[in-house]
DNA sequence: TCGGATAGTACGGTTGACGTTATATGACGT
DNA sequence: ACGTCATATAACGTCAACCGTACTATCCGA
């Protein structure tokens, strides 16, 4: 799972959003870092609702404009649980990695 | 960065490997989850030494087969160091966000 | 009146991972 | 002798996902 589908997971975690409310949501989530184009937006959550992961939960004219409202399924809270636990181990696997950097120069033992 | 390329760098942060040794370390480092294919591995290579961060450390023959070492870079130990961070974030922002879940009904107030 | 925020659709391009095949050698089993 | 597995890299083509941009449309504020 890359990093705007998850973010997109994220959003909608705490409640139903629509499409525009998403983008300011992972705004907020990424401090600033992530703002989600038209076209990774909606090719995400038309994949992620194929997929089970988030379903229309309904759809409301606004002065002429359609808003189309998107919900986590407990199916995609599930996936995104996952993934935290994924981040987390990989996080800590990398770091692990590091602090071994520069380590145990071979040969030089401890005399 | 997507993940492939994430465990490939953790891979090289201890020390350099070759081609096949990272394909063994990512194996547990991902504990068995991920098993890079050579078309995922030597093009990802290829592009991190592109990038500057990674680099050839040396290259061996060993029974007539190339060895090629690769060793992560000052840079690419920053780089990967960077999403460390961003993977904490990340995975904080949406546990968060999911203890939010079917959270504060609204309008039933402390009544 | 022009720009910006809101809201969604449509389309083409690029990147990166994926899968498979090819090449080559040594070890092991049958 | 032959097949298969492990080691090791190269070279395809394919696909998913993200990215950028343009378009439509309404409302508001400068």
């Known amino acids: ?3 705007p589908t998850f973010l997109i997971l994220t959003a909608l975690a705490a409640a139903p959003l629509h499409g ?8 907020g989530l990424s401090e ?3 703002k989600l184009r038209p076209g990774t937006l909606y090719g995400a959550l038309d994949r992620l609702a194929e997929q089970g992961l988030v379903e229309v939960e309904r759809e409301e004219a606004v002065e002429g404009r359609l808003r189309r409202y998107y919900r986590l399924t407990d199916q995609g809270a599930a996936a995104l649980s996952t ?3 994924r ?3 990989r996080a800590t696997a990398a ?3 590091l602090n071994d950097r520069h380590g145990i120069v071979p040969g030089l ?3």
């Open 95 to 97: 770091e692990t990695q």
């Open 32 to 34: 600033g870092e992530v």
């Open 83 to 85: 993934e935290v636990r």
């Open 87 to 89: 981040l987390r181990r």
């Open 109 to 111: 033992g401890t005399a």
């Open 1 to 3: 799972m890359q990093e």
């Open 20 to 27: 525009y409310g998403i983008v300011q949501s992972v705004l």
